[in-house]
């Protein structure tokens, strides 16, 4: 939130740190799923950065609160509110579902359906239902288990706020603590997926809706109109407690911690203060947080084709590109160059990729959602609004 942002309505302000901070998650869930096991694989920080998708859950309830919650909770728009985030998630999940759909049946050349590429598991992947329990392993773009997590979230938000504002804020805390409770209880750890990760995605989210809706006015401080010294010590702070959290933590039962620590940073960065704020809405990042929803739907599919390649180009080079590192697994890279070389494509063909599916799907659709949900024509809307990401 920019110093400009005070004279403008609550709904109007734009937490661009937030988006920047959006766009390096996004990364770091690519890194975690690229075929690499050499020293940056290896780290602590990469192998448990599926924390950062709770990370996006918090951020989610944060911004969709800041958006939608008073209309919500004034009773009005539900279906709207529906529609929109419809518009924003699906189209480009449906894209994605349907290339994966055309390799795995080139792939496949005729053969039965085996693993966990099954028409059972595609129609989970296609109704959005594949996290809650239906099926038991990822398949297809298997990081579109959050986008389904997610859209459970929109509805019981909406339902919650628009049938019991006044108890909001009492229920937004308990469905946290207890959904946390389960899962510490029921699994000792926070990584749900296909089982419980509806659960896992409604306590960040309730969190980050809890934050923006009861705590954010009465908490949050008065930010200078340029950087401070205290608030970048501040951020430095959180970025480095987040990273030693993650890298520490991801697999033991304090990862259940995790959506009440990125909501504790997302407080602290929100309030844009330090050079870390300033640095998060350069360009350069403000791209990536632009494209971080295609960076993370795209990115498995990425992952696969430069698979297909290498496996095509070791057969025709007879040279070893991938290494076995246990029965059945194999990777790209063990040492530091190779994983450099590997994360430099995966990377690129990833952010190539997302611009383009960013501007032939993202956009158009959100477009069309904004303007069904106002009931408007997208004539009467400013290009820059309806380009405006949301996620």
Same mark, same amino acid.
């Given at each position: 939130m920019t110093a400009a942002n005070q004279a403008k309505p609550l709904t109007d302000m734009r937490f661009d740190a937030l988006d920047g901070c959006r766009g390096l998650c996004a990364l770091m869930v690519v890194l975690l799923h690229a075929p690499i096991a050499g020293p940056i694989g290896q780290s602590g920080f990469v192998r448990h950065s599926f924390l950062f998708v709770d990370f996006f859950f918090v951020l989610s309830g944060f911004v969709i609160a800041h958006s939608w919650g008073a209309r919500l909770m004034a009773g009005k728009r539900w279906a709207d509110f529906i529609q929109a985030r419809f518009w924003r998630v699906y189209p480009l999940h449906f894209a994605m579902l349907m290339l994966f759909l055309v390799f795995e049946l080139i792939m496949r050349g005729g053969r039965g359906w085996e693993g966990a590429q099954t028409p059972e598991t595609f129609l989970h992947n296609l109704l959005l239902t594949h996290s809650l329990g239906f099926v038991s392993q990822l398949s297809w773009n298997y990081p579109s288990w959050s986008i389904s997590a997610e859209f459970v979230s929109y509805i019981l938000f909406a339902a919650l706020a628009v049938g019991?504002?006044?108890?909001?804020?009492?229920?937004?805390?308990?469905?946290?603590?207890?959904?946390?409770?389960?899962?510490?209880?029921?699994?000792?750890?926070?990584?749900?997926?296909?089982?419980?990760?509806?659960?896992?995605?409604?306590?960040?989210?309730?969190?980050?809706?809890?934050?923006?809706?009861?705590?954010?006015?009465?908490?949050?401080?008065?930010?200078?109109?340029a950087p401070t010294g205290r608030w970048t010590l501040l951020?430095?702070?959180?970025?480095?407690?987040?990273?030693?959290?993650?890298?520490?933590f991801g697999t033991a039962k304090l990862s259940i911690a995790a959506p009440f620590v990125f909501m504790a940073a997302i407080f602290v960065l929100a309030h844009e203060g330090g050079w870390v704020s300033r640095l998060l809405?350069?360009?350069?990042?403000?791209?990536?947080?632009?494209?971080s929803y295609s960076l993370y739907m795209t990115h498995a599919f990425v992952i696969a084709r430069l698979t297909n390649a290498a496996t095509l180009a070791e057969k025709l080079w007879h040279r070893p590109?991938?290494?076995?590192?246990?029965?059945?697994?194999?990777?790209?890279?063990?040492? =530091?160059? %190779?994983? @450099? +070389? /590997?994360? *430099? #494509?995966? =990377?690129? %063909?990833? @952010? +190539? /990729?997302? *611009? #383009?599916?960013?501007?032939?799907?993202?956009?158009?659709?959100?477009?069309?959602?904004?303007?069904?949900?106002?009931?408007?024509?997208?004539?009467?809307?400013?290009?820059?609004?309806?380009?405006?990401?949301?996620?």
């Open positions: 019991a504002a006044r108890w909001l804020r009492a229920i937004l805390p308990i469905l946290a603590l207890a959904g946390s409770a389960f899962l510490l209880v029921r699994l000792g750890h926070i990584e749900a997926h296909v089982d419980y990760g509806w659960l896992r995605c409604l306590v960040g989210f309730s969190l980050g809706a809890l934050l923006r809706l009861f705590l954010w006015e009465r908490l949050r401080c008065d930010e200078p109109p951020e430095l702070a959180t970025v480095l407690y987040v990273i030693g959290f993650v890298s520490l809405k350069s360009r350069p990042v403000m791209l990536l947080g632009l494209l590109i991938f290494v076995e590192v246990a029965p059945g697994t194999k990777i790209m890279a063990d040492t =530091l160059t %190779g994983e @450099i +070389v /590997v994360l *430099a #494509l995966i =990377l690129s %063909g990833t @952010i +190539v /990729v997302s *611009a #383009l599916t960013w501007r032939f799907i993202e956009r158009p659709s959100q477009a069309i959602g904004k303007r069904l949900a106002s009931g408007g024509t997208m004539a009467s809307r400013r290009p820059a609004e309806a380009a405006q990401p949301s996620r």
